[in-house]
């Protein structure tokens, strides 16, 4: 089966939660059957395309399914030549109106047209697939006019392997003793900011946020004030070259977010062996359990509570981090392969 598994803008986003998604995808689609293209054009550049529309035979790649990431201008042209062509069309509803708002400047003024827009744009789908249960129920209140099935984003287990060998060099390079909360990703309000830096002036540990930041004219005011001028214990590292890095120089990973379609990245915690500490969200109650294999955390309170416990209990921390390997260990890419493989040939031979 040839499959198109397309993320528009890929190399901007490139950072971001939905790439590492689509790239984990490429690579669970590997040891199957399935052949996958990454870009929705004839021929492999701009001048193989012109070839192709040249000779009659169109700008899109023949492919006997098409799966888009995103929702833009591309995404939107690949998804009306999937409906002109009757192409099975996945589209994976990754972004939804509650997990963008609060990550960039004057975003929320769009809130109720970004919702209108994806309610049209998942209802052209054959099929849509959610990253979680709780995705999907919110998808079915917009409502959209197709299926919804659920798929884990799962978590690429081998890109982690021989993450304690950057614990020293890591905590050299950022100055790091004693016991670290951390957290990893891009820097967004939505993603905790203000919690984790008011917790940091609540508790005597370093906090440490290994990720990207912008302070332009689209950054949100929280996060020009939080980065500008964070409290003494808490270091913004800016990108870091190696994710394992991250992973390794702290100790109890924190991820205080407002919401989440999924969460790969407290996956990616939880297959380093990490204590870890969530944000009390139907999300997070779907796929982990609290007390077994992480901590889950409402208010402030309750944070400043699961921090001194950690801190100060390194079996706990043992514990909790061997049950969340466990965990994380049912999220592999040989599942998301295969359910995803199965989801496309039962596409296909529907048509």
Same mark, same amino acid.
């Given at each position: 089966?040839?499959?198109?598994?397309?993320?528009?803008?890929?190399?901007?986003?490139?950072?971001?939660?939905?790439?590492?998604?689509?790239?984990?995808?490429?690579?669970?689609?590997?040891?199957?059957?399935?052949?996958?293209?990454?870009?929705?054009?004839?021929?492999?550049?701009?001048?193989?395309?012109?070839?192709?529309?040249?000779?009659?035979?169109?700008?899109?790649?023949?492919?006997?399914?098409?799966?888009?990431?995103?929702?833009?201008?591309?995404?939107?042209?690949?998804?009306?030549?999937?409906?002109?062509?009757?192409?099975?069309?996945?589209?994976?509803?990754?972004?939804?109106?509650?997990?963008?708002?609060?990550?960039?400047?004057?975003?929320?003024?769009?809130?109720?047209?970004?919702?209108?827009?994806?309610?049209?744009?998942?209802?052209?789908?054959?099929?849509?697939?959610?990253?979680?249960?709780? /995705?999907? %129920?919110?998808?079915?209140?917009?409502?959209? !006019?197709? =299926?919804?099935? &659920?798929?884990?984003? #799962?978590?690429?287990? @081998?890109?982690?392997?021989?993450?304690?060998?950057?614990?020293?060099?890591?905590?050299?390079?950022?100055?790091?003793?004693?016991?670290?909360?951390?957290?990893?990703?891009?820097?967004?309000?939505?993603?905790?900011?203000?919690?984790?830096?008011?917790?940091?002036?609540?508790?005597?540990?370093?906090?440490?946020?290994?990720?990207?930041?912008?302070?332009?004219?689209? /950054?949100? %005011?929280?996060?020009?004030?939080?980065?500008? !001028?964070? =409290?003494?214990? &808490?270091?913004?590292? #800016?990108?870091?070259? @190696?994710?394992?890095?991250?992973?390794?120089?702290?100790?109890?990973?924190?991820?205080?977010?407002?919401?989440?379609?999924?969460?790969?990245?407290?996956?990616?915690?939880?297959?380093?062996?990490?204590?870890?500490?969530?944000?009390?969200?139907?999300?997070?109650?779907?796929?982990?359990?609290?007390?077994?294999?992480?901590?889950?955390?409402?208010?402030?309170?309750?944070?400043?509570?699961?921090?001194?416990?950690?801190?100060? !209990?390194?079996?706990?921390?043992?514990?909790?981090?061997?049950?969340?390997?466990?965990?994380?260990?049912?999220?592999?890419?040989?599942?998301?392969?295969?359910?995803?493989?199965?989801?496309?040939?039962?596409?296909?031979?529907?048509?």
């Amino acid at each position: 089966m040839r499959a198109l598994n397309y993320l528009e803008l890929a190399g901007p986003l490139e950072r971001s939660g939905i790439a590492t998604a689509a790239r984990q995808q490429h690579a669970a689609l590997a040891p199957t059957d399935v052949a996958v293209r990454t870009r929705p054009w004839a021929g492999d550049g701009p001048l193989d395309t012109a070839v192709s529309l040249a000779r009659g035979d169109g700008v899109f790649a023949d492919v006997d399914l098409a799966h888009c990431h995103l929702f833009g201008p591309g995404s939107v042209a690949v998804a009306r030549h999937a409906r002109r062509t009757d192409t099975p069309l996945v589209l994976h509803a990754h972004t939804l109106r509650e997990n963008t708002m609060g990550s960039w400047r004057g975003v929320e003024l769009l809130a109720d047209p970004l919702e209108r827009y994806l309610r049209w744009f998942y209802s052209l789908a054959d099929l849509v697939i959610a990253p979680s249960r709780y /995705a999907k %129920e919110r998808l079915e209140t917009y409502p959209i !006019d197709a =299926p919804v099935d &659920v798929l884990t984003n #799962g978590v690429d287990l @081998d890109s982690l392997d021989g993450v304690d060998e950057y614990r020293d060099p890591y905590r050299e390079r950022f100055d790091l003793e004693g016991t670290v909360v951390f957290t990893v990703g891009n820097v967004f309000e939505r993603k905790g900011l203000t919690t984790f830096c008011e917790l940091a002036g609540r508790t005597d540990y370093e906090f440490v946020w290994f990720g990207p930041y912008d302070t332009g004219p689209h /950054a949100s %005011e929280s996060v020009k004030r939080w980065v500008n !001028d964070p =409290p003494e214990s &808490v270091t913004f590292t #800016g990108w870091v070259d @190696d994710k394992r890095g991250a992973f390794g120089a702290g100790d109890i990973f924190i991820f205080p977010t407002k919401s989440e379609t999924q969460g790969l990245v407290a996956l990616e915690a939880m297959a380093c062996g990490k204590a870890c500490i969530l944000s009390d969200l139907p999300v997070f109650r779907e796929y982990f359990t609290d007390g077994e294999d992480c901590l889950l955390c409402a208010d402030e309170a309750e944070y400043v509570d699961a921090i001194e416990r950690l801190a100060a !209990d390194p079996e706990l921390r043992a514990e909790l981090g061997a049950n969340a390997r466990e965990t994380a260990r049912e999220h592999s890419l040989d599942r998301v392969g295969e359910e995803l493989a199965g989801i496309y040939h039962d596409l296909v031979g529907a048509t």
